[in-house]
Structure formats: C-alpha cells, structure tokens
C-alpha cells in the first residue's frame, strides 16, 4: 500500500510538471534603427575592435590601458560581481535537485520496572530532501540567476571598456598638452627675441621706449603661459599616475622615450581607426550595456514566472536509508533501515493576499526594466550618431585648419621679416603672431578633438565584445 501510495505521488508531480510556469513573460522589442544616419569614417572600414589599441602603432599607450585595467577598482568590482553572480546561480541550480544530509543518532533508554532492561539505540543515516518543481519556480529563479551572471560578465567587459577609454583620454591629452606647450615655448621665444631687437632699436634712438616696454611685456606674457601648460601638463601625468599606479619616474621615462613621428600632430589621435563590421544590429550586439539590460529584462521576467508559481501547491518528497545498532540486555542487533516520505503537498489557502502583492510587484520589476532597456538602446544609438557626427567634423576641418595655419604662419614670418628691416610696426607684428599661435593651437586642438571622438566610438560600438551565443 505504501508504495502504491508513493508511485501514485511520483506519477501525480511528473504530470503537473508539464504545466510550469517558466520562460520571460514576453519578448522585449528591437528598437535598433535600419541603419545609422551619420556618414561612416572611412567608408566603414572592416576590422577588429578587440585588439584596437594594440593596433594603433603605440605600445607605451597599449601598456598603459593594460596597466589601468589590472589596477582599476572598477574592474575589480566588476569582476567580484561576477564571482557573487556565480555563486547565485549555482545556489539557485542546487534547488532543483535533492539535497542530501548525513545524519548520526544515539539515543539511551532506561525504564524504571526491574524487568526492563535499557537500552541504547544508534543510528546512521543519509537524508534525501527534494522539492519537486511542479509550476517551475525553482527553474525560473535558476533562470534569473542565470540571466544575471550573464549580465555581470558583460559588466566587467564594460567597466575594461570604460578604464581603456579614460585612460586613452588622458594619454591623448597629455600629448596635446605636450604640442600646446612646444606651441607656447616656441611662442614664447619668438617674443622674447622680438624683446632684445626692440630693446636694442629703442637704445640707439629708433623706437618709442613704450614700444620696447610692450615687447617686454609680450614676452613676459608668452612665458608665463608657457609655465601655465607646463603645469598642465604635469597634472596630466599625476592622472595617469593614478589611473595606472606606475611610478610617476617610469612612466615619465616610458613617455619620454616614445618615438616622435615626422608629424607630431599625427600623435593625438589613433593611427588606424575603429572599424564596424556592421551596422547597426552588429554594433549594438557589442555593447555589453545593451546586453547587460537584455538580460536584466530576462530575469526580470524569470522572476515573474516564479512568483506566480508560489501561488500553485508545492510537492515535497523525503527518504532516509541507513544503518540501526539497538543494544539491550547484554544483547545487539543490527539492521539496514529505510524510508520513503512524508510525500508532502503544499496547498496555498490564505495569505491576505501576499503571493498575489509578489506577482504585481515582479510585473512591475519587469515594465522598468523594459523601459530601461529601451532608455539604454536609444542611449547607445545616440552615442554612436554622435561620435560618427564628431568625427566626421573633424575630418572635414582639417583640411581648412591647416590650409590656415600655413597662410598664418606665412604671414607672421613675412610681418616679422619686415619689422626687422623697420617696414612694420610691432602692433602689426603682434597682431600676426597672435592670429598665428591661435590657429597652432586650434590644430592641436583639433586633433585633439579627433581623438576624443575616436575614443567615443570605440566605447559606443562596445569596445569589439562579441555577444555570447544565444542558447
């Protein structure tokens, strides 16, 4: 009878078990757009966004993004968040299965008639303990652990994303940082040569005294900026300093020692570019942001699945087999000992309405993450629409930036020229030479600019992180 009563409980779960509760509780949409509508740098050029920066021809700047990475607290915390979700999701499996126990027991029995020996009764026994998932709520919360690692892994390839661009972003500056200050210091002795010619014409009687205090003074001025950027400078490397943790003496000689190339210019921005294999499905597919949110939608959804579940009877199912030692009177006796059951049903009558409140608050949790998803793909298609807008400015300018500084630059050396032979005032030759430093310094600029945007488009297309296969 009792095992009549024990495969008709079996039978009854395996049937209900068809009728679980699993999966999202719906498909989130795809908003990405047909196609981006900012020009493509390049013609689109094909190539991989994993080993970027490696390719760009710099290695101290490589060495430095690999340096900030293994430094970063960001990345740590990251991958911390993995190991948490990991554990979770192993937690989460182990429900679905019996969870077994070992169990040891020694019990002394003494009776008070003279006739009744005590007795001593041992045993040692395993437990088997099993829920059987009959609505699927122990699968859905799997599930969502699941959904959940997903999204922490594809959070730590985001925060290495993130330190490689911050750290990339400080490097560049620093470079333009180190252009603007040649700019300076070259500015600088131009106006103090222009300082001793003036002082010398304004002794032998050819030039105002006021006109030699002016170039005093624009020397002064030009030297005073050039200690301005020099500083400037120097907090930039006290930032990478931070940002990688080598010692400020090393990373200044790692700097130091980088070859120039024929243009300095061409050191502010990334020699090979970012490439998108596609646009835009492929684009927002790398974007570990995109699927970290994907995900939270999908164990969002678990989620609801399972609290919906806990509104359903619950089946649970026990057994124990070991081993039983009873001595009494002088006398043992040993035997294999087994059970099966209690099979426990679980039915929900009343609970003021708790498990219905779970199911309303999950469906809510479910509706702000479909929301922040969509937020996170409008975000991402915008980042990237801007990053191609920005970078396609600064490929359009610089033809003209440079086409002016030439002509400035012309031009302050023909006023010069002529101020050195008295057919030119030093109003004039100021004039040209600051129209002349502003449009250096709007070079530098410029290419600085260039490579904000590469950097923006390399964090925008996901830094080259491939999605994980779907199961």
């Known amino acids: 009878m009792r095992n009549r009563t024990c495969a008709l409980a079996v039978a009854t779960a395996l049937a209900l078990a068809g009728c679980g509760l699993t999966g999202p509780a719906r498909q989130v949409p795809d908003q990405a757009p047909v196609q981006w509508q900012a020009p493509l740098p390049h013609g689109g050029s094909t190539a991989a966004l994993s080993d970027w920066w490696r390719g760009q021809g710099d290695p101290v700047l490589a060495q430095l993004i690999e340096a900030a990475q293994q430094v970063s607290p960001t990345v740590a915390s990251a991958r911390s968040r993995i190991g948490q979700a990991r554990a979770e999701r192993t937690a989460a499996g182990a429900a679905l299965v019996p969870a077994v126990d070992g169990v040891a027991t020694s019990t002394r029995t003494s009776q008070q008639q003279a006739s009744v020996p005590s007795n001593t009764t041992s045993q040692v026994y395993a437990q088997a303990t099993w829920e059987i998932d009959l609505f699927g709520a122990n699968r859905a919360a799997r599930d969502a652990a699941q959904a959940r690692l997903d999204s922490a ?7 290495r994303v993130s330190v490689a661009a911050e750290t990339a972003n400080e490097y560049y500056g620093l470079r333009a940082c180190e252009q603007l200050l040649a700019v300076a210091q070259q500015d600088a002795r131009s106006r103090a040569d222009t300082a001793r010619l003036t002082e010398l014409t304004s002794k032998a009687g050819f030039q105002a005294p006021a006109t030699a205090a002016q170039a005093r003074a624009s020397a002064a001025e030009a ?21 990688t943790a080598i010692d400020e003496p090393q990373l200044r000689s790692r700097l130091a020692g980088q070859a120039t190339t024929a243009d300095p210019l061409a050191a502010l921005s990334p020699a090979q570019g970012i490439a998108l294999a596609e646009l835009p499905a492929q684009t927002l597919a790398q974007r570990p942001d995109v699927f970290t949110a994907e995900r939270e939608v999908a164990a969002a959804s678990f989620e609801v699945a399972g609290a919906r579940a806990q509104r359903f009877p619950r089946l649970t199912l026990a057994g124990a087999v070991g081993r039983g030692r009873v001595h009494a009177g002088g006398e043992n006796v040993t035997a294999n000992t087994w059970n099966i059951g209690p099979v426990q049903m679980t039915l929900p009558i009343f609970d003021a309405g708790t498990r219905r409140a779970n199911v309303a608050a999950a469906q809510e949790r479910y509706e702000a993450a479909v929301s922040s998803y969509r937020g996170t793909v409008r975000q991402a298609v915008r980042e990237v629409e801007e990053a191609l807008v920005n970078l396609q400015s600064t490929d359009e300018r610089a033809g003209d930036a440079r086409t002016a500084l030439e002509g400035y630059r012309s031009a302050f050396v023909a006023t010069e020229d002529r101020y050195k032979n008295g057919m030119a005032s030093l109003l004039e030759l100021e004039d040209a030479r600051r129209t002349r430093l502003a449009a250096e310094n709007a070079m530098v600029s410029l290419q600085r600019e260039r490579s904000a945007a590469w950097i923006a488009l390399y964090r925008a297309a996901g830094g080259g992180w491939n999605r994980p296969a779907q199961q």
């Open 153 to 159: 892994q594809a959070g730590w390839h985001d925060a």
């Open 223 to 243: 030297n005073s900026r050039a200690i301005a950027q020099r500083a400037q400078c120097d907090v930039n490397v006290k930032a990478l300093v931070a940002l």
